[in-house]
C-alpha cells in the first residue's frame, strides 16, 4: 500500500519562468562588471552544484570563491541569486494536486538543490507546512542519484521503499536512482523536445518507470490504482 507520495522540485512541482526579461534584469547588473550572463552562468553553475552539495557550506562562501575565480569581488551576487530563486513558480494546479494527495498519503520534495532557497519560494507561496518533509541536497549532502538523499527522505516519514512513490522530470539522475532503492516511479515527461530529453527517453525505454504521465493532473488515479 502506497503511504508517502514525494515529488522533485525543478520543472516537476515547479516551474522556470527565466526568460529573457530575466537575463537583461542580469546583464544589467553584469554590465558595469565587464561580464554578460553567458559568460557568468557557466561559472555561477558549477558553484551552485557545489553549494547543492554541501562542499559550500553558505551563500556567503558561495559569493566569496565566486567572486574570487570571476576576480570581480564586488559583482552582486545577491540580487543574481534573487532573481534566479524568484523565477521558480509554482502552478496553482500543482498546490491543488498536493492537497489532494495530502488527504491519503505523507507527501514530501526531494531536491537537488539550496535549502534555502527552496524553502524561500515555498514561504512566498505560504504553503511550506503543506509538506510533511522537504529532504534538499544541501542538507543532506548528497545528490540524487546517490541514495543517501533517497534513504534520508525514507526516514523522514519512516515508510518502506515499496510504500512510496517519487515524481520526477528527470529519468537518468532521480528516477533510476529511486529504483534502485525500491521506491515506486512517475516519469513526468512533459512532451518537450531537445537532445537532453531524447536521451532521456531513450533511458526510459530501457528503464521502464512503474507509470508515464504528461501532467501532474494524471498523478492521483495512477497512484490510487498502485
Known amino acids: 500500500m502506497i503511504k508517502a507520495i514525494f515529488f522533485d522540485w ?61 576576480q570581480k569581488e564586488s559583482v552582486p551576487f545577491e540580487k543574481i541569486r534573487d532573481i534566479l530563486i524568484d523565477s521558480h513558480i509554482i502552478p496553482d494546479e500543482h498546490i491543488e494536486i498536493m492537497k489532494e494527495l495530502k488527504k491519503d498519503y505523507k507527501v514530501g520534495i526531494i531536491s537537488n538543490n539550496v535549502q534555502e532557497w527552496v524553502k524561500r519560494v515555498l514561504v512566498n507561496y505560504k504553503i511550506e507546512s503543506l509538506f510533511d518533509t522537504i529532504i534538499v541536497s544541501s ?9 543517501r538523499i533517497f534513504y534520508a527522505a525514507l ?45 532521456e527517453r531513450e533511458i526510459a525505454r530501457i528503464f521502464l518507470p512503474d507509470a508515464i504521465i504528461k501532467n501532474l493532473k494524471e498523478v492521483i488515479p495512477i497512484i490510487k490504482n498502485m
Open 10 to 70: 525543478a520543472d516537476t512541482f515547479t516551474r522556470s519562468d527565466f526568460g529573457d526579461n530575466h537575463k537583461e534584469e542580469i546583464n544589467n547588473l553584469l554590465k558595469s562588471h565587464g561580464l554578460t550572463w553567458d559568460i557568468f552562468y557557466p561559472y555561477w553553475k558549477n558553484f551552485y552544484w557545489l553549494r547543492s552539495k554541501s562542499d559550500i557550506k553558505n551563500d556567503k562562501e558561495m559569493f566569496v570563491q565566486l567572486g574570487k575565480v570571476l
Open 139 to 147: 542538507k543532506v549532502g548528497a545528490r540524487k542519484p546517490d541514495a
Open 155 to 199: 526516514n523522514a516519514l519512516s515508510v518502506e521503499p515499496e510504500e512510496t512513490v517519487f515524481i520526477s522530470d528527470e529519468v537518468a539522475d532521480d528516477l533510476v536512482g529511486a529504483k534502485g532503492c525500491g521506491m515506486r516511479t512517475i516519469w513526468l515527461d512533459t512532451g518537450i523536445e531537445n537532445e537532453w530529453k531524447r536521451k
